[in-house]
C-alpha cells in the first residue's frame, strides 16, 4: 500500500527554467509533508516542508505547494540550477507520528 | 556539530553471518530513525528509538532484526544470519525532538550480501 507516490520517476529540464515535481498521497492523516533531496551514494537532505495548515511554502527558488483536497503537493524549483540534478522525495508524517514515510523519488535532470 | 555519522558505510557479508550497523545522532538530538532503502525504491520506515527505548517498531521485520539505542555510544542496528535480500542502503535519521520536523539523515551503510 503506496501512500505517498511520486508518479514521474524522473524528469529532465533547461538550467533557468522551472522544475516542477510532484507528490500525491492517500492518508487523510498526513499533516506534515517535506522534500529531500538525495545524490548518489549520500544520504538524504532536507530541503523544505509545509505543514497542512498553510498551501505555500516559499524559501530562495524552492517552494512547495499543498492542495488538500486533491492530497497532492507539488515542489517547484526556479531557476533550475545543473546542480540541482539529484533525486528528490516527498515524504509524510502523521499528525500523531513520528515516522516519515516516503515517495519513490523522482530523479532530476537539469540540463545545461 | 558534526552531523549523523553512520559506519561503515560499506559491509559486505555472507549469508548466515551478522550485520551490525551503527548510528551517532547530531549533537543535541535524542530521537533515531532507522530506514532501509532497496533498489529502486523509496526509504522505507522500520524502526525509531529513543534513549534506552524503542517507541516504534512496526517497520521492523518480525525476525532476525533488532535495533537499540543505549544511554552511552552510538545506535545499533543488527541484522542476523542475513540474507540476499537484506542488501540494501540502510540510513539513519536524527531529529531533536518527537515530532520529527526536520530529521536529519546519516550518509548510509550499503549492505551487500553474497
Known amino acids: 500500500d503506496q501512500q505517498v507516490k511520486q508518479n514521474s520517476p524522473s524528469l529532465s529540464v533547461q538550467e533557468g527554467r522551472i522544475s516542477i515535481l510532484n507528490c500525491d498521497y492517500t492518508?487523510?492523516?498526513?499533516?506534515?509533508f517535506l522534500w529531500y533531496k538525495k545524490y548518489p551514494a549520500e544520504g538524504p537532505t532536507f530541503l523544505i516542508s509545509?505543514?497542512?495548515?498553510?498551501d505555500k511554502n516559499e524559501d530562495g527558488r524552492f517552494t512547495v505547494f499543498l492542495n488538500k483536497s486533491a492530497k497532492h503537493l507539488s515542489l517547484h524549483i526556479v531557476p533550475s540550477q545543473p546542480g540541482d540534478s539529484a533525486v528528490y522525495f516527498c515524504?509524510?508524517?502523521?499528525?500523531?507520528?513520528?515516522?516519515?514515510?516516503f515517495g519513490e523519488g523522482t530523479q532530476l535532470t537539469v540540463n545545461p | 556539530n558534526a552531523g549523523v555519522m553512520q559506519n561503515p558505510r560499506h559491509l559486505v557479508r555472507r549469508r548466515g553471518q551478522e550485520a551490525r550497523l551503527r548510528c551517532s545522532p547530531m549533537?543535541?538530538?535524542?530521537?533515531v530513525y532507522w530506514y532501509r532503502q532497496l533498489p529502486e525504491e523509496g526509504l522505507k520506515f522500520m524502526v525509531y528509538?529513543?534513549?534506552?527505548?524503542?517507541?516504534?517498531e512496526s517497520g521492523m521485520p518480525k525476525e532476525r532484526f533488532s535495533a537499540e539505542f543505549p544511554k552511552e555510544g552510538p545506535s545499533i542496528l543488527r541484522i542476523q544470519q542475513v540474507v540476499r535480500g537484506d542488501s540494501a542502503a540502510y540510513f539513519c535519521?536524527?531529529?531533536?525532538?518527537?515530532?520529527?520536523?526536520?530529521?536529519?539523515f546519516g550518509q548510509g551503510t550499503r549492505l551487500t550480501v553474497v
Open positions: 509545509i505543514s497542512s495548515i498553510k
Open positions: 549533537k543535541g538530538h535524542s530521537h
Open positions: 535519521a536524527s531529529s531533536a525532538d518527537s515530532l520529527n520536523t526536520e530529521a536529519f
Open positions: 528509538l529513543q534513549k534506552e527505548n524503542i517507541i516504534d
Open positions: 515524504a509524510a508524517r502523521e499528525t500523531s507520528g513520528s515516522r516519515l514515510t
Open positions: 492518508n487523510s492523516m498526513f499533516d506534515y
